[in-house]
């Protein structure tokens, strides 16, 4: 029995289980838990989704109405993890990734729990572990859950739509080095499945408000700063511009790909002022410009060679200057 067919037999066994995933959600995060989802109620169970925090507007046209959310309902999601006989931790590797109060919870739980996740460095604390850092996604994780399982006839549009959607989201649309052939493959089986990929990125795409597309346009014109010997480009956003074009979670999450696409620019680092601190995302190209380093060393965070988050307690004005400082010491002069 492989490990797959192992968290099958747990699922099977299991009367309440609970799906986790990361704080500040994203497409990963979201499609991989509602395609678990949809996959365990194919095999005739039930699950409950408990999330730190909602998922950002722009993937509002997914149905994650059985989602619970620490932000609103921290009661069920109590209850939910003191009643769980078996608990899904996917896209994240390290308990402190789904805040400090479902941890807690977490890290209290007596059941079996199932880690499933691509990052790197993983901490030993699930029952079961699937980590794969050569996969794209974790979408693509569940993907080879239903497949290598021996349950790949039960995968249709309802399971497979959101687990395109974590795929195509984590890896920039394939743009990515973390796009494998595998992926591709796991991609066609979804599409077999009945996944109509063209409506997916409709949806993730044409579904701009006017004061997002004010908000990108104006960091692009006036925040995008260019270190142009080592072209590496900074973009800063604080509070106070987020509120004037009336920011929405979600709103910035593509502006690191943008600056990043300027003709020879080897990393993009943007960072927003929200909650009280500053959260970073990392962006690079190629093996030569790793990002993750940068992050984890000096701003608490990691993640993928070529897409990393952190944070900063600083100020704008002092993490803008810290970053700047530090560009040089992890990238080469042109």
């Known amino acids: 029995m492989n490990t797959y067919e192992q968290i099958v037999a747990e699922i099977k ?3 309440n289980i609970v799906i986790t995933s990361h704080k500040s959600a994203d ?3 979201v499609g991989s838990s509602l395609g678990l989802l949809n996959f365990i109620e194919k095999l005739g169970k039930t699950a409950i989704v408990c ?16 989602f619970l959310l620490m932000t609103e309902q921290p009661e069920d999601i109590t209850t939910a993890f003191t009643t769980a006989d078996l608990v899904f931790c996917l896209d994240y590797n390290a308990t402190n990734r789904i805040g400090p109060d479902m941890q807690a919870l977490l890290e209290a739980v007596s059941c079996k729990t199932v880690m499933i996740d691509h990052h790197l460095n993983p901490e030993d604390f699930a029952t079961l572990t699937v980590s794969e850092p050569t996969a794209s996604s974790t979408s693509e994780l569940i993907v080879d859950l239903i497949e290598q399982s021996g ?6 549009e309802k399971i497979g739509t959101p687990l395109y959607l974590g795929i195509l989201t984590d890896t920039g649309s394939f743009r990515f080095s973390s796009t494998s ?6 991609l066609a089986k979804l599409l077999a499945g009945g996944v ?6 409709e949806k993730l795409s044409d579904n701009n408000t006017l004061s997002r597309l004010r908000l990108q346009g104006y960091a692009m014109c006036e925040k995008l700063e260019v270190m142009e010997d080592f072209m590496v480009s900074i973009i800063s956003l604080s509070k106070e511009e987020l509120a004037k074009y009336n920011y929405q979670k979600g709103d910035t999450d593509n502006l690191a790909n943008q600056a990043l696409s300027i003709k020879g620019m080897r990393a993009a680092i943007v960072f927003t002022e929200r ?3 500053m959260k970073i995302s990392f962006r690079s190209k190629g093996t030569d ?7 984890g060393e000096n701003f608490n965070g990691g993640g993928h060679a070529n897409a990393s988050g952190g944070m900063s307690e600083l100020t704008v004005t002092e993490t803008l200057e810290k970053i700047k400082s530090l560009v040089p010491n992890y990238f080469s002069a042109l």
């Open 13 to 15: 066994a299991a009367k």
């Open 196 to 201: 109509v990929h063209n409506l997916i990125h």
């Open 289 to 295: 410009n790793p990002v993750n380093i940068l992050a």
């Open 27 to 29: 497409g990963d995060s």
């Open 275 to 277: 909650d009280g601190i």
């Open 51 to 66: 999330h730190p925090d909602a998922a950002p507007k722009f993937l509002h046209w997914l149905d994650t109405s059985p």
């Open 181 to 186: 052939p595998r992926t591709h493959e796991v």
């Open 151 to 156: 349950n790949i006839d039960l995968l249709d």
